[in-house]
């Protein structure tokens, strides 16, 4: 992309992201860390896929409290789509939705467009 150029926010569109939750956790108390890092999650989500509409999926959340509320994942590798809207009665026509990866490994790897099938 050149600069000056934005991006098609109107295209469905799916990525995999590592996201670092403990340095957006830091320096919260023990027992908001979990809540904590699903609102940084869906903060997250918001600010790459630029919807203000981001839904989390079960095994997400699921994911994020394995460890309790104290311990969260340092890291975690989460795909995040942005997907049409359907509802006739919705403010924005897409929306975000977040699950968290198959490969949790880290290591050298950035952000990678997921083709859809």
Known sequence: MAKGDKAKTNEP?????????HKRCHKTCFKKKAPKAVKQIREFAKKMMGTSDVRL???LNKAVWS???KNVP???????????NDDEDAK?????????ADDQS???KGVVVVADA
Do not use: A
């Open 92 to 100: 924005e026509d897409m929306y975000s939705f977040v699950t968290v």
């Open 67 to 69: 460890q309790g509320i």
């Open 106 to 108: 880290t290591k050298g």
């Open 13 to 21: 569109v799916t990525r995999e992201y590592t996201v670092n939750l």
């Open 57 to 59: 999926d079960v095994k």
């Open 74 to 84: 340092h890291r975690i590798r989460i795909v995040v789509s942005r997907r049409r």
